[in-house]
C-alpha cells in the first residue's frame, strides 16, 4: 500500500525533531560535552583581574600619597610666588619658603596630611586680612609658616575653581578605585563559570565598565595637564594668581595615570575581541569557541592584531587628547610680549634669605671675637697677597672673561678714589688734585697703609679711597677743567674705581638690562641665583673693576666704558686679580659687613688714563637707558680696606 504524504504540519513536527548539526558535530566528537569557558576568554578575564589589580593598587597609592602628584621644583628653579608690589611691606618669598622644600599634593590631600577644604590656619588668608590688616599679617607669616598654616594653600588662599578642579579629580580616582574593586568580582566570577546564564548582558557590562575606566583616565589626564598648566585666580591680594607649571613638577600619579589608561583600554579591547556572550553556554568540549561564534571568531593571529589596532587607535586619541588640553590653554603660545614700559627688574633687590628673617641687612663682621660672615670685598689685589678667611675647596672666583660666561653686565657706577688697594698703582702714596670745592669737602685725613681718607660735606660724609700714581700739578692734562654735561660732581686729575656688576639672572639683551639700583639688575630674574643652599652667587653674579684717573685729554679717550671692563688695549687688562668677596659701598666697613657674598670679583690690579669725555659719554648712555640710572652718574663714597682676616684665600690671577 503506498505510503501516505504527510500533512504540513506533521512534516514540520518531524523536522524539529530530528538532531542540529552541532548535535551531529558533538556525536561525531564522542559527544562530550562543556558549558566552561573556552582557552582565550579564560586569558581575557584572567587578564582582566590581574590589571584591575595593579589598577587599584596604583589608585590607592595616589589618594593615600599626600605627594602623589605633584611635588615643589628645586629651590633654585623656583620663582617668587608672592605679588610682587609687597616687597617693600616685607613679603617676598618663594613657595618652598612658605610650604617647606618637599611639599607636595595628592589626589586626596597634601604632604601635611590636610583636605583640599581644610585650612590649619583656623581661617582663609582673606579672612585674616579683613579682621587683622594686612601689615599684621605679614609679620605673622614666619610664624604661620613654622606651624604649617599655610596647608592646604588652595583652600587658605581662596583659589576656589583649582579647588572645585582638584576635588573633581579626586572623585574621579575613588569612582576608578570602587570601578576596580567590582570588576575584580566580576571576572573573578567570570573565571569559575558563575555567569553562564547572564554571559550575553556580562559583555556588555564588561565593556560598558572598561570602556568608562578608559574614559575616566582620559578625563583625569587631562585634568592633571589642564590644571598644571591653567593661571589659576586666587582671592587673596598676597597670591592673586598660580600657574601650577612654575612652581610644582609632576611626581608618579601621572605616570600611573597613563599607565591605567593604557592597561584598560588593553582590557577593553581584548574583551571585546576574544569574550563572546555565548561564553557559558553548553559546547562540544574540544571547541576553541563558544556555541554560535566559530563560524565568526577571529584567529588567535587575527584577533591580536585587532587588540593592537585599537590599542594604538586609543593611544593617538589620548595623545591628540592631551595636546589639545595643553593646547588649549596656552602651553604652546609663545608668551604675550611684554610691556616695553614696564621695568620687570624694579623692586627684585632681596631683602630675606627666609621668611622675614632680613638676612641680607649688615651685620657685625664678628661676634665674640668669631667671623661670622662670608669673605669681604675690597681687598688687597697686590700679586701674591692671600687673603686670610678660608674659603674652602668649592667656593672659587670665575676666571674666564664675563663675555665668556652667561653674565651679562647690569649696572656702571665708580667710587671716589679706589676700593681696592694695588701696591706701586692705587694705594696710600698715591696722589690727586686739591681738595674738590664742588664736593664741599671740609676735612681729610689719611689712615697708613689701609684706611684711605675721610671727606666730610655740610650734609654728609664721603670717603675717599686709594689714588694712583699718575697725577702731576703741573701738566694741564690733570688740571684742565672739563666742562661735564651728563656726569655730575667729577673732577679732572682725581681717581676713580669703575665697578661693572654681572649677573646671569639680569634682563640680557633687553631694555631693561641696566638697572640702579645694581642690585634690581643682578636679582631680576628669579630662579637663577641661590643665596643659600645650594650657593651658587659666585657663580652667577659678578664684578668687574678697573681704576682710572680723570685727564682732559683726548689722547686717552676710550671709546666704550659702558659695557664692561677695558681689555685689549695697551696694558687695559692685562694683569687682572680674581677672588670671592661681597658687595663694597661705605656702608661697611671692618666692623659692618656685609652678606651679599660670595661673589666674583676681577679686578685690573693696573692704574690707567681716561679722557673727561669717555666718563661723560659713559653717562650720557646712562642716562638714555630705560630705567632711570641718574642715581648712579656721580662718584659714590669707598669702603676702606677690608682686614686680612675677612678676605677669601683663594686669589688667583689671568695675565
Not at 623656583?78 to 618637599?102: F, H, M, S, W
Not at 601635611?112 to 605679614?138: C, D, H, M, R
Not at 666692623?591 to 661723560?616: G, M, N
Request: proline share 4%; net charge negative.
Amino acid at each position: 500500500m503506498a505510503e501516505q504524504t504527510p500533512s504540513q504540519p506533521e512534516a514540520l513536527d518531524e523536522t524539529s525533531k530530528m538532531p542540529s548539526s552541532i548535535e551531529i558535530e558533538m556525536k561525531k566528537a564522542g559527544g562530550a560535552t562543556t558549558v566552561s569557558l573556552p582557552l582565550q576568554s579564560k586569558l581575557a578575564h584572567l587578564l582582566a583581574v590581574v590589571i584591575t589589580g595593579v589598577i587599584a593598587l596604583f589608585v590607592s597609592a595616589c589618594l593615600a600619597d599626600g605627594a602623589s602628584v605633584i611635588r615643589l621644583k628645586d629651590a633654585s628653579e623656583l620663582p617668587r610666588i608672592t605679588d610682587k608690589a609687597y616687597i617693600k611691606k616685607g613679603l617676598n618669598y618663594r613657595a618652598d619658603e612658605l610650604l617647606g622644600p618637599r611639599y607636595g599634593v595628592g589626589l586626596h590631600h597634601d604632604s601635611s596630611g590636610t583636605f583640599w577644604s581644610e585650612a590649619n590656619a583656623g581661617a582663609t588668608l582673606t579672612k585674616y586680612i579683613e579682621e587683622l590688616g594686612e601689615p599684621q599679617v605679614i609679620a605673622a607669616v614666619p610664624s604661620v609658616i613654622a606651624t604649617d598654616g599655610l596647608k592646604h594653600p588652595v583652600h587658605f588662599l581662596s583659589c576656589h575653581q583649582l579647588k572645585k578642579a582638584g576635588l573633581s579629580a579626586m572623585a574621579l580616582a575613588i569612582i576608578a578605585e570602587v570601578a576596580s574593586a567590582l570588576m575584580i568580582i566580576f571576572h573573578g566570577m567570570a573565571l569559575v563559570g558563575l555567569l553562564g546564564g547572564v554571559a550575553k548582558y556580562a559583555k556588555v557590562f564588561s565593556a560598558l565598565i572598561w570602556f568608562t575606566l578608559v574614559a575616566g583616565f582620559m578625563v583625569v589626564i587631562g585634568l592633571a595637564l589642564g590644571i598644571m598648566e591653567e593661571e589659576w585666580t586666587c582671592e587673596n591680594p598676597f597670591i592673586p594668581k598660580i600657574k601650577l607649571s612654575e612652581h610644582f613638577r609632576f611626581t608618579y600619579g601621572i605616570i600611573f595615570g597613563y599607565i591605567g589608561y593604557v592597561s584598560a583600554l588593553l582590557v577593553l579591547c581584548v574583551q571585546l575581541v576574544f569574550t563572546s556572550t555565548k561564553d557559558g553556554a553548553e559546547r562540544p568540549a574540544d571547541a576553541r569557541y563558544s556555541v554560535g561564534t566559530s563560524p565568526a571568531a577571529p584567529s588567535l593571529k587575527a584577533g591580536l592584531f585587532k587588540v593592537l589596532g585599537g590599542v594604538v587607535v586609543g593611544l593617538v586619541l589620548n595623545a591628540a587628547i592631551s595636546l589639545s588640553v595643553v593646547g588649549g590653554v596656552g602651553y604652546f603660545k609663545a608668551p604675550p610680549p611684554l610691556d616695553p614700559e614696564y621695568n620687570y627688574c624694579a623692586g627684585q633687590k632681596p631683602y630675606d634669605a627666609g621668611p622675614g628673617d632680613n638676612y641680607f641687612d649688615n651685620v657685625a663682621c664678628e661676634k665674640k671675637n668669631i667671623v661670622q660672615v662670608l669673605e669681604q670685598a675690597g681687598a688687597n689685589i697686590t700679586r701674591g697677597y692671600v687673603g686670610g678667611l678660608d674659603a674652602g675647596t668649592w667656593r672659587v672666583p670665575i676666571t674666564s672673561r664675563y663675555v665668556n660666561t652667561d653674565l651679562c653686565p647690569v649696572n656702571v657706577h665708580w667710587h671716589l678714589g679706589a676700593e681696592h688697594y694695588s701696591a706701586g698703582e692705587f694705594d696710600e702714596y698715591g696722589t690727586g688734585p686739591k681738595i674738590n670745592k664742588t664736593l664741599e669737602r671740609k676735612e681729610w685725613s689719611i689712615t697708613h697703609p689701609r684706611g684711605g681718607r675721610e671727606l666730610a660735606s655740610k650734609d654728609k660724609k664721603m670717603r675717599l679711597g686709594y689714588r694712583c700714581h699718575h697725577y702731576k700739578e703741573d701738566d694741564a692734562k690733570f688740571t684742565t677743567e672739563y666742562k661735564w654735561q651728563y656726569c655730575t660732581n667729577m673732577k679732572v686729575g682725581e681717581t676713580y674705581e669703575v665697578h661693572w656688576p654681572h649677573s646671569a639672572a639680569g634682563a640680557c639683551g633687553t631694555d631693561w638690562q641696566y638697572q640702579t639700583p645694581f642690585y634690581d639688575g643682578v636679582f631680576c630674574k628669579d630662579g637663577v641665583i641661590n643665596m643659600l643652599t645650594p650657593l651658587n652667587t659666585y657663580e652667577k653674579i659678578g664684578v668687574q673693576g678697573q681704576v682710572f684717573v680723570i685727564v682732559n685729554d683726548e689722547e686717552h679717550k676710550i671709546d666704550n666704558l659702558f659695557d664692561g671692563m677695558v681689555y685689549d688695549k695697551g696694558d687695559f687688562g692685562d694683569d687682572i686679580a680674581m677672588y670671592t668677596g661681597s658687595t663694597t659701598g661705605t656702608t661697611r666697613d671692618n666692623e659692618i659687613c656685609s652678606r651679599y657674598a660670595p661673589i666674583t670679583w676681577q679686578v685690573d690690579r693696573k692704574c690707567h688714563l681716561a679722557s673727561a669725555s669717555s666718563f661723560d659719554a659713559m653717562c650720557k648712555k646712562m642716562m638714555e637707558q630705560k630705567d632711570d640710572m641718574s642715581g648712579d652718574v656721580y662718584p659714590h663714597g669707598a669702603r676702606e680696606l677690608v682686614d686680612t682676616e675677612y678676605v677669601a684665600n683663594n686669589q688667583q690671577s689671568r695675565e
